[in-house]
T-cell receptor, first 110, second 112 residues
Framework: GESVGLHLPTLSVQEGDNSIINCAYS??????FIWYKQESGKGPQFIID?????DKRQGQRVTVLLNKTVKHLSLQIAATQPGDSAVYFC?????????FGTGTRLTIIP | NAGVTQTPKFRILKIGQSMTLQCAQD?????MYWYRQDPGMGLKLIYY???????DKGEVPNGYNVSRSTTEDFPLRLELAAPSQTSVYFC???????????FGQGTRLTVV
């Protein structure tokens, strides 16, 4: 779940390696999940989404995995590039309400 | 299309002052949201709306008010600004159902 009041956890990955960013969500009634990327000074941008009736979805260089049993979501980024440096948030939607997890700062090591 | 437009981009308020953060979307989206993001932290939901005339509280509504008189606009009102409201405010909108929310560029508010 979310750790209120703590700063963002950080993940450092070598350029070209795969990145895995994890998210624990809290609401078992959430039926739709979204990963967002936020670059410095900008608003969040959509990366990929998944509905609760799926456990995996793939996009271009990204894969989202959903484990409803343990309420866990992960984002896998293949062949990480410098442009992937950002803060990544998972968001969960129950009916109309969209709430965000704490976020993870991804840093790419050249 | 402009998407989600927020004004102003920056504002400094004195303690006790009031202001309205404007948010407009031109995508005919039903749902609109206001979030705040403190430095180095995640996004907290303040208020949201599922359509004109309907608003609901999010996780941190105290000190804020909203209205939704049209589909396009969703202003956020701060009545008595406090230093704890120093933050970046994001507005977002989405269509119904299983669709992502689109975000504005944010309003950076400092209360001194």
């Amino acid at each position: 779940g979310e750790s209120v009041g703590l700063h963002l956890p950080t993940l450092s990955v070598q350029e070209g390696d795969n990145s895995i960013i994890n998210c624990a969500y809290s609401n078992s009634a959430s039926d739709y999940f979204i990963w967002y990327k936020q670059e410095s000074g900008k608003g969040p941008q959509f990366i990929i989404d998944i509905r609760s009736n799926m456990d995996k979805r793939q996009g271009q260089r990204v894969t989202v995995l959903l484990n409803k049993t343990v309420k866990h979501l992960s984002l896998q980024i293949a062949a990480t590039q410098p442009g992937d440096s950002a803060v990544y948030f998972c968001a969960e939607k129950e009916n109309e309400k969209l709430t965000f997890g704490t976020g993870t700062r991804l840093t790419i090591i050249p | 299309n402009a998407g989600v437009t927020q004004t102003p981009k920056f504002r400094i308020l004195k303690i006790g002052q009031s202001m309205t953060l404007q948010c407009a979307q031109d995508m005919n989206h039903n749902y609109m949201y206001w979030y705040r993001q403190d430095p180095g932290m995640g996004l907290k939901l303040i208020y949201y709306s599922v359509g004109a005339g309907i608003t609901d509280k999010g996780e941190v509504p105290n000190g804020y008010n909203v209205s939704r008189s049209t589909t396009e606009d969703f202003p956020l009102r701060l009545e008595l600004a406090a230093p704890s409201q120093t933050s970046v405010y994001f507005c977002a909108s989405s269509y119904r159902g299983y669709t992502e929310a689109f975000f504005g560029q944010g309003t950076r508010l400092t209360v001194v």
